[in-house]
């Protein structure tokens, strides 16, 4: 299976989770813990906290975490390219 049909496969709400169970792994393999990662993101203690149990988290909260944990070039390639979702995209070359 490929991690295209993986991603569409999930709710908003199982991709929020998704995420932030990803980022909770990260900053555990490397060590930071939840205040450290607030310290170091700008982002409040609570603010990781909730994320970490919830997934909800304001989109500069997430991207400032992002920076934090070196995973700004992840960010960087997000929505980047944009797979056609019918045919009539490809033939028409549709933006």
Do not use: C, W
Request: aromatic letters at 6%; hydrophobic letters at 40%.
């Amino acid at each position: 299976m490929n991690a295209n049909y993986s991603f569409l496969s999930k709710t908003p709400g199982e991709m929020q989770d998704m995420i932030a169970g990803r980022l909770r792994a990260i900053r555990r393999k490397r060590k930071v813990s939840q205040k450290r990662l607030s310290e170091l993101s700008g982002v409040s203690l609570g603010s990781v906290k909730r994320f970490e149990q919830s997934g909800e988290i304001s989109f500069l909260s997430l991207i400032k975490i992002a920076y934090a944990l070196g995973l700004n070039g992840e960010l960087e390639h997000l929505f980047e390219e944009a797979p056609p979702l019918s045919i009539e995209e490809i033939i028409h070359g549709q933006d």
